[in-house]
């Protein structure tokens, strides 16, 4: 905490009148104790595995739900950028209408989100099993495969679209120098009701605080979040 705290102190310019904060993320991810790392990567396959085999029931009553309302495919994929600007294919329960995808573009003008993401509230494209899974984020179930992958860690910031990350700047792109991952401070802190900006600075933070310890205490108060109404949608 102490050398994080004195990089923090060292980045800090006053650059005509606003304050900008540049530390080295980079730097803090490498000082992280390997042992850590390493049990982070066991602990993820582990625990992807096991979920997978327990949550086997709730996947074939999703798939079968989303057949009945809007056909096939039970499954969507979508490009997301993964650690250090990798691209990755991502794994998700469909909970959009089969055109969702050509709509998007038209839609643009309606979203609340700020900066780089895309968030709708009453987003049109969402089916009525899309809107209960969504709520309880039964959607993202499917990316256990790219935690066991590699792609992805269950705690790590979430991953947005390839070409949104693009258009980050270098400072905003920072909150990939570690694994994308299920559930993070934004998940734990009211998720679409967060704007970009707020959101950015969660992310960084956990690579600051990140460990054994942070990492459990995520997944514990993710639970609650997802039974929550706070920012589901």
């Not at 934004?186 to 605080?209: F, P, S």
């Amino acid at each position: 905490m102490a050398k994080t705290a004195a990089l923090r102190q060292e980045a800090l310019q006053n650059i005509t009148g606003r304050k900008i904060i540049e530390l080295n993320y980079q730097e803090i991810y490498d000082h992280k104790p390997n042992i850590y790392k390493w049990i982070k990567r066991a602990f993820d396959v582990v625990a992807a595995s096991i979920a997978l085999i327990l949550l086997s029931p709730i996947f074939l009553i999703t798939a079968l739900a989303i057949i009945m309302e809007d056909g096939g495919p039970v499954f969507f994929t979508q490009q997301r950028a993964g650690k250090d600007m990798k691209s990755f294919k991502i794994y998700k329960f469909r909970s959009m209408y089969r055109n969702a995808e050509a709509m998007f573009e038209r839609m643009q003008a309606q979203n609340e989100q700020t900066g780089h993401a895309f968030k709708i509230k009453n987003d049109p494209r969402i089916t009525h099993v899309g809107r209960f899974i969504r709520r309880y984020s039964i959607d993202e179930l499917p990316q256990l495969f790219n935690i066991i992958k590699g792609d992805m860690s269950i705690v790590g910031p979430r991953p947005i679209l390839y070409h949104q990350m693009e258009e980050c700047n270098g400072f905003e792109k920072q909150r990939l120098i570690v694994k994308p991952g299920l559930t993070c401070y934004w998940q734990v802190c009211g998720r679409a009701k967060i704007k970009w900006d707020k959101w950015v600075e969660l992310d960084l933070q956990y690579i600051e605080d990140m460990s054994i310890a942070k990492d459990i205490e995520l997944i514990f108060r993710t639970f609650p979040a997802v039974f929550g109404k706070d920012g589901a949608y």
